[in-house]
């Protein structure tokens, strides 16, 4: 082959290599723009989001029991979706605002203790990592991380109750290990973990408000981020399972399995 075609394929391989090089910064930008769309579209409130929103407003000046405990109701009676409002509280936590952040503390606590199911949803939401953040940021007010070292130490203790779940327990422990002091336990921490069913007197209020908030809230439809969502979703939750069949007893495990399994129904229905 001469020399002059040995550098005419030579300076084609070049183009070609720069040509492709563009091409794939081009689809690099391309993919960041579109996720950065998609996660402004998943961060737009829905009606989780305005409840949660409402019951941790700034201008609260002490927590909003009728409001918690309300919340707890519409939840135990399937008026809205238990793992939205979980995620509608991790978001309110990680704020930096303080008064928002111990309100938001104070439901989580009091939806936990009242809802049965929500403790497996903590779990899979990882929304202990951002109680740990909070614990770890120098920035927090001291009450609130004593609030924060209060839930983490009274589930930790709790594992007669939430065996199933080592990671409230792994996480208590793996604090302690890094010597992070504990205030101690307050009368609220020491009660039950799982609170009795409160009765319900205010049902048909209760249905009227969640009528209401439909009414004031478009019907949600499922997006490709939504879609996506619900693949991480479930990635957490194998995760979660894969820790309780490691570390529990048979029969607590398929307590989970049947758990999720019947989640996983509710969700694709």
């Known amino acids: 082959m001469s020399d002059d075609l040995m550098e005419k394929v030579s300076a084609f391989g070049e183009r070609l290599r720069i040509g492709g090089a563009e091409v794939g910064r081009k689809v690099s930008a391309g993919m960041t723009s579109m996720s950065f769309k ?23 000046e002490d927590p909003d029991w009728a409001t918690n405990l309300q919340l707890c109701d519409m939840i135990n009676n399937d008026d809205i979706n238990s793992v939205d409002l979980i995620r509608g509280i991790k978001k309110r936590i990680v704020l930096t605002s303080p008064r928002v952040q111990f309100l938001a503390l104070v439901l989580l606590e009091t939806v936990v203790k009242n809802c049965d199911k929500a403790f497996a949803e903590v779990a899979s939401e990882r929304v202990l990592d951002e109680m740990v953040k909070l614990i770890e940021d120098p920035q927090t007010v001291v009450n609130n991380r004593n609030k924060t070292l209060i839930m983490i130490e009274a589930w930790g203790e709790s594992s007669s109750e939430l065996r199933y779940l080592p990671v409230y327990e792994e996480t208590y422990k793996s604090l302690k290990s890094r010597g992070i002091h504990f205030p101690g336990r307050d009368n609220e921490s020491l009660a039950p973990i799982f609170t009795p069913p409160r009765s319900v007197s205010a049902s048909e209020s209760n249905a009227s408000v969640a009528q209401q908030i439909h009414h004031d809230i478009p019907a949600q ?11 991480d979703v479930a990635r957490n939750s194998i995760e979660l399972l ?3 069949l490691s570390s529990s007893p048979q029969q607590d495990a398929l307590e989970v399995i049947s758990y ?5 129904h509710m969700w694709m229905s």
Request: charged share 25%; aromatic share 10%.
């Open 38 to 60: 998609m996660k402004e579209l998943f961060l737009s409130p829905n009606q989780a989001d305005k409840l949660v929103e409402e019951a941790t407003a700034e201008t609260l």
């Open 221 to 231: 439809t499922f997006s490709g981020e939504q879609t996506k969502e619900a693949f």
């Open 260 to 264: 999720y399994c019947c989640s996983c």
């Open 242 to 244: 894969a820790a309780v």
